[in-house]
């Protein structure tokens, strides 16, 4: 199935949508599926609203962080190449992201600022 459109709510081809489900819409999508040559549409409607407050010390998966590898420890240091990280040479520290460096265990080579 193919999404084609993305409408917001007061978009030309929301009224009808907006009339149904007033401020709960956040919005109307066109899919269409080829191998059954139908056309669906569908709305995302808001069905429960609480109060939220993110977590300041929650560190985004995709955060580059600075681990210190020292020299000799190859096998460290292949892992965290195949993970993606990076030589930062200005710093002499690797950068990796910060998913990736729960799932490789370093956590407690976090280079701290």
């Excluded at 998966?61 to 590898?69: E, G, P, Q, T, Y």
Aim: with cysteine; charged share 35%.
């Amino acid at each position: 199935m193919i999404t084609r459109r993305t409408l917001y709510p007061g978009q030309s081809g929301t009224k009808r949508w907006l009339k149904k489900y007033g401020d709960k819409l956040v919005c109307v999508r066109y899919k269409y599926d080829s191998t059954k040559k139908r056309k669906f549409i569908t709305a995302e409607i808001i069905v429960d609203e609480n109060m939220w407050e993110p977590d300041p010390k929650r560190i985004p998966a995709n955060k580059l962080i600075d681990i210190k590898v020292d020299y000799g420890e190859v096998h460290i240091g292949k892992l965290v190449r195949e993970a993606g990280g990076r030589w930062n040479r200005t710093k002499k520290v690797w950068e990796l992201a910060y998913k990736n460096v729960i799932d490789l265990g370093l956590e407690n080579r976090i280079v701290t600022k």
